[in-house]
């Protein structure tokens, strides 16, 4: 994929969400909500200041983070979904081991 997002801006890819609930119960695609959570495929060079300064970006390409729900537009490039959003649309960043559960 030949793509790389300008200024303080990243490209997404959705991470899949469990398929069952932790009580055993299968969720059909139709009722699933998209995930929130997403890896960095690409990432802007940073942000530029009043001065022209280039601040670099907090996210790297490979990080794992939750951002909002409404977050970012979607585009298809290569046949694959993605998002591009800007860097203060990223909730933060997953660290390993990490595990998050959305509240009911």
């Given amino acids: 994929m030949n793509f790389r997002p300008l200024h303080d801006r990243v490209l997404v890819r959705r991470l899949d969400e469990e398929e069952t609930t932790s009580g055993g ?7 699933k909500e998209k995930p ?3 890896e960095i495929v690409a990432a802007g060079a940073g942000a530029k200041n009043d001065k022209g300064e280039v601040s ?9 983070i939750l951002f909002g729900k409404w977050s ?3 585009v298809k490039i290569d046949g694959e979904e993605l998002l591009i959003m800007k860097e203060s649309d990223i ?4 660290e390993e081991g990490a595990q998050i559960q959305k509240a009911a």
């Fill in 25 to 31: 119960i299968i969720i059909p695609d139709t009722a």
């Fill in 36 to 38: 929130m959570e997403g």
């Fill in 56 to 64: 670099p970006l907090d996210v790297k390409a490979g990080d794992r």
């Fill in 72 to 74: 970012g537009t979607e």
């Fill in 91 to 94: 909730l933060g960043i997953i």
